[in-house]
Every structure is written in C-alpha cells, then in structure tokens.
C-alpha cells in the first residue's frame, strides 16, 4: 500500500501538470495504464477498463471521486482528475478497438 500511495501522490501532480495544457485524454490515460493494463485490458486484479463504454468509466470516476463507490485506491486518483478530463480519458478509451 505504501507503494500505491507513493504512485497516486506522483498521479496527483501528473493530473495538475495535464490540467494546464488542456485535457488530452491520450496522455492521461497513460498514466491508468500502469495499474489497468496496456490500453486497460487488465487481466491482474485490477479491473479492465474496457468491458464497459464510455459512461461506465465516467460514472464509476464520479462515484469514486464522491466516495460513494468503496475504493482501495481509485477514490484518491479520481479526485485529482477534473470531470473534464475524466471524459477525456474516457473518450479516448472508448475510441480504443
Ligand atoms: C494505482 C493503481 C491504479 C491507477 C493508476 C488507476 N487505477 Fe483505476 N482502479 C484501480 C483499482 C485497484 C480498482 C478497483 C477499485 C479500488 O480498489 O480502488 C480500480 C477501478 C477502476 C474503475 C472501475 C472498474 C470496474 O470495472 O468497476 C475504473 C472505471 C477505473 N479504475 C478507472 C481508472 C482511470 C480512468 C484511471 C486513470 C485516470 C485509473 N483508473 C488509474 C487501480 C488503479
């Protein structure tokens, strides 16, 4: 856990250098890819991001971000992400085959 901590403090800052150069949901995603697996196709523990579309990520993103959906770890990254940018993570994903 201390290890994941460590990597949602370094997301953090991530997510504020991104907000200033505008959303591009391409280069944000990069960073859910370590957790999620290349393009989200997680087979660890971590869920895929791609079995559900566009609104399943975005609403799963609010929900953490709200903590209303329980999370080890989601509920801290959703937070450093604007609901802008969130949907243009999601977008992007979305676009993946
Ligand atoms: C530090 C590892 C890590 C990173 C980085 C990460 N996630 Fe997650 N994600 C998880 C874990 C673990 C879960 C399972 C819920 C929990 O325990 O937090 C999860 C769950 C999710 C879910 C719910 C999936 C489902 O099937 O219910 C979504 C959507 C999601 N993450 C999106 C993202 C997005 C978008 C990013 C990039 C902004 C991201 N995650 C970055 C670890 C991570």
Same mark, same amino acid.
């Given at each position: 856990?201390?290890?994941?901590?460590?990597?949602?403090?370094?997301?953090?800052?991530?997510?504020?250098?991104?907000?200033?150069?505008?959303?591009?949901?391409?280069?944000?995603? #990069?960073?859910?890819? %370590?957790?999620?697996?290349?393009?989200?196709?997680? $087979?660890?523990?971590? =869920? @895929?991001?791609?079995?559900? #579309?566009?609104?399943? %990520?975005?609403?799963?993103?609010?929900?953490?971000? $709200?903590?209303?959906? =329980? @999370?080890?770890?989601?509920?801290?990254?959703?937070?450093?992400?604007?609901?802008?940018?969130?949907?243009?993570?999601?977008?992007?994903? @979305?676009?993946?085959?």
């Amino acid at each position: 856990m201390r290890a994941l901590a460590a990597f949602a403090a370094t997301l953090l800052t991530a997510g504020v250098a991104a907000a200033q150069d505008g959303p591009s949901g391409q280069a944000m995603v #990069q960073t859910c890819y %370590v957790c999620h697996g290349p393009e989200g196709r997680s $087979a660890e523990a971590v =869920p @895929a991001l791609l079995r559900g #579309q566009k609104e399943f %990520v975005v609403r799963q993103m609010i929900e953490f971000k $709200a903590d209303r959906r =329980p @999370a080890t770890i989601m509920n801290r990254i959703a937070k450093s992400y604007s609901d802008e940018q969130i949907a243009a993570i999601a977008d992007y994903l @979305a676009g993946l085959k």
